[in-house]
């Protein structure tokens, strides 16, 4: 009676760490897809800045040297 009992508590056991790194997986995902949004939101107002910079630039006709 020792041996099942062991056994279903161990399965029990796996179920549960099996779970809770499945949280912390799900957590992280969340955590990764808040940071690519933020970094995709700076990104597309550096490009914005760029082509202003570039647009300003070739309208006053100067040259980079």
Do not use: C, N, Y
Request: cysteine-free; overall charge negative.
């Amino acid at each position: 009676m020792f041996w099942p009992m062991l056994a279903v508590a161990l399965g029990f056991l796996g179920i549960a760490v099996l779970g809770v790194l499945g949280i912390k997986v799900f957590l992280e995902a969340q955590r990764l897809g808040r940071q690519v949004a933020h970094t995709t939101e700076r990104i597309q107002e550096v490009s914005e800045d760029l082509e202003r910079a570039a647009s300003d630039l070739a309208r006053t006709g100067e040259t980079l040297r």
